[in-house]
């Protein structure tokens, strides 16, 4: 029958022949491709795994973006900065790198005292007055004998003499009391003036100042008694204001204060020192806590302060402040830290710049030499702890300090507790 089949069914029939076989090869070559990649994968788990997370992340994941070999070391250099940063923002913020002394502890004064104040007259260092607490203030003299090391004599202050943040100054018998905080907390200052002759224990009243004052710079400088800066009367405004009055032998030769050169910068908690004919102000802040509105009690409230490691110097003729190498670092609460030592000035602790994360106040640890041939400031040593308001002296190559309010612990600058305790080290400058 095929042989009488019509040409066209002939070939229809070659044609499915054809194409029979065609899809059994192609299934045949299927089959063993199946096989093939069975067998690899098998032999492949982690191939397969591998490929999985590769499909997986290449669906679900954001596109990413390439960036070139210099935008990487860009962004290294960011991270190495921020790295830096938060190590330079520790907790011991500021510190300096300074010598290590050979500190030896002292017998401690009778009370612990902030912001007192002090005066060395040749062996014997009378300290006065100041916070033992925020509620409690101090309204008497405590005096040591650096001779024998002993605390010897305790005697009051007049009643209406200011308890703390007050001006002093001294000729070698009688020491001048100006102006000053009276009362505890953050109370308001005083213009009254006293003069106490050492001698006789004997307490004298003076002129007032033009306006009371917190903690101003004071200081006798070419028979005249000099108060500077501090605090206005809201206690937070800094005074520019410079006055002066002649005195001698613990008396006023005139009637009122006279206005001086202003300072070039006010505020209060600064050294003040005169030395070989020169007048020097140093360090200081602007700004301190005031009294918080309505509370009876005058409780004290924060208020932005900032430090400063500024130094002026004023001329011979009054007439001109000249502007010195600063401190090493910003500076404050250092009215009474301060002494002068073969031709150097050296100055114990204080408070520096609030740090810039936590806002807190940090407490100084350094002690510092001002060179006066040169003009030129060194870090000279360490303190036992950080420590402001201390009130130093000097006598037969020891350098002293005692009292202030020291810090939280070496790993934490801010202020705890305030202290009584008194510590000297041997200086060889």
């Given amino acids: 029958m095929g042989k009488n089949l019509p040409h066209h069914h002939q070939h229809q029939s070659k044609s499915n022949n054809s194409y029979t076989k065609f899809i059994f090869a192609l299934f045949f ?4 491709l199946a096989c093939i990649v069975d067998l690899f994968w098998a032999s492949s788990s982690s191939f397969s795994s591998s490929y999985l997370r590769f499909a997986s992340n290449w669906v679900s994941q954001k596109p990413r973006i ?3 070999q210099q935008q990487q070391q860009q962004q290294h250099n960011v991270d190495d900065k921020i790295g830096k940063k938060k190590r330079f923002l520790s907790a011991t913020f500021a ?5 290590d002394l050979a500190w030896e502890q002292m017998p401690s004064a009778p009370v612990p005292r902030l912001d007192g104040s002090a005066i060395q007259i040749n062996n014997l260092f009378y300290v006065l007055s100041g916070y033992g607490t925020l509620d409690h203030v101090h309204s008497h003299v405590d005096v040591f004998n650096f001779t024998d090391n002993t605390w010897r004599a305790k005697f009051d202050t007049p009643k209406d003499m200011a308890n703390s943040h007050l001006g002093v100054a001294s000729d070698g018998r009688y020491i001048y009391v100006v102006s000053g905080q009276y009362g505890p907390q953050c109370r308001a200052p005083t213009s009254r003036t006293y003069v106490l002759d050492t001698q006789t224990r004997e307490w004298q009243s ?3 100042l033009p306006a009371p004052r917190y903690a101003p710079a004071t200081q006798l400088w070419k028979g005249r008694l000099h108060v500077m800066g501090g605090s206005k009367e809201n206690r937070h405004t800094p005074g520019l204001e410079h006055w002066s009055i002649a005195v001698k032998d613990g008396k006023a030769l005139e009637k009122e204060w006279r206005t001086e050169i202003p300072i070039p910068r006010g505020g209060p908690h600064r050294a003040s020192v005169a030395i070989n004919d020169r007048l020097f102000v140093i360090g200081g802040q602007e700004g301190d806590f005031m009294a918080k509105p309505g509370s009876p009690i005058f409780k004290c409230s924060r208020r932005h302060e900032v430090v400063y490691g500024d130094v002026y110097m004023l001329d011979a003729e009054m007439k001109k402040w000249e502007v010195l190498p600063p401190l090493p670092k910003p500076n404050s609460h250092i009215e009474c830290s301060w002494v002068v030592v073969n031709n150097s ?17 940090i407490l100084v640890g350094e002690v510092f030499q001002f060179h006066l041939d040169s003009l030129t400031w060194s870090v000279i040593g360490k303190l036992p702890y950080r420590v402001k308001t201390t009130l130093a002296g000097f006598w037969d190559g020891y350098l002293y300090f005692t009292s202030g309010q020291r810090d939280r612990g070496p790993d934490n600058p801010q202020p705890k507790k305030v202290i009584g305790e008194m510590w000297r080290t041997k200086l060889n400058i």
Wanted: with cysteine.
């Fill in 66 to 68: 390439f960036v070139s």
């Fill in 345 to 361: 000035i050296i100055i114990t602790g204080g408070t520096t710049e609030k740090h810039p994360e936590t806002k807190r106040m």
């Fill in 95 to 99: 510190d300096l790198p300074a010598p």
């Fill in 206 to 208: 003076l002129p007032p």
């Fill in 29 to 32: 070559c299927l089959l063993g």
